[in-house]
T-cell receptor, first 108, second 113 residues
Framework: KNEVEQSPQNLTAQEGEFITINCSYS?????LHWLQQHPGGGIVSLFM???GKKKHGRLIATINIQEKHSSLHITASHPRDSAVYIC??????????FGKGTRLHILP | DAMVIQNPRYQVTQFGKPVTLSCSQT?????MYWYQQKSSQAPKLLFH???????NEADTPDNFQSRRPNTSFCFLDIRSPGLGDAAMYLC????????????FGPGTRLTVL
């Protein structure tokens, strides 16, 4: 079993839909990151969370430390949001453990 | 302003011909990471440095070496690239004083002919 599990693996939605991507982890962490990667591109950090909730534009990220679970939400999704979204945790040894990513495709 | 810079962005090499990828950072972060990412897969950690302390992952092939001559620079050397080493190579940093925020470079895409 992977230490960081994401769901769904693939998601296709219509423009304007509310999107939720989930991440569960099984190790002790000092932080959790949500990352975005466009096809063939580098990785961009969207959020770093150690508790609670953060919002940036149409993106919202939440974390529940007790349940070892985080969610990334996209409101009013747009085709330019199409990308791979990766959940990554920083464990107590400063190692970053990545989820396998969620491939999001927003149809116009 | 770019904070983690990788050069070159695209590298083509021949089978067996050594290649060096570079990463530099302007953040003065003490932790630097090298990852290999193949198509549709999660990045795989190759090495990380905590200051000059080098940490090699157990399954990183001997063909891969790394150097960190100072805080700002880190190099990835592939001594004899094989076709299976074609991938995106990502550099990332982490600062002890940056509340665990990571910064990623844009990556170097390596093609092996």
């Amino acid at each position: 079993k992977n230490e960081v599990e994401q769901s769904p693996q693939n998601l296709t939605a219509q423009e304007g839909e509310f999107i939720t991507i989930n991440c569960s982890y099984s190790v002790g962490i000092s932080a959790l990151h949500w990352l975005q990667q466009h096809p063939g591109g580098g990785i961009v950090s969207l959020f770093m969370l150690s508790s609670g909730k953060k919002k940036h534009g149409r993106l919202i990220a939440t974390i529940n430390i007790q349940e070892k679970h985080s969610s990334l939400h996209i409101t009013a999704s747009h085709p330019r949001d199409s990308a791979v979204y990766i959940c990554a945790v920083l464990n107590r040894d400063d190692k970053i453990i990545f989820g396998k990513g969620t491939r999001l495709h927003i149809l116009p | 302003d770019a904070m983690v810079i990788q050069n070159p962005r695209y590298q083509v090499t021949q089978f067996g011909k050594p290649v060096t990828l570079s990463c530099s950072q302007t953040l003065n972060h003490n932790v630097m990471y090298w990852y290999q990412q193949k198509s549709s897969q999660a990045p795989k950690l190759l090495f990380h440095y905590y200051d000059k302390d080098f940490n090699n992952e157990a399954d990183t092939p001997d063909n891969f070496q790394s150097r960190r001559p100072n805080t700002s620079f880190c190099f990835l050397d592939i001594r004899s690239p094989g076709l299976g080493d074609a991938a995106m190579y990502l550099c990332a940093t982490l600062g002890a004083n940056s509340y665990n925020e990571q910064f990623f470079g844009p990556g170097t895409r390596l093609t092996v002919l």
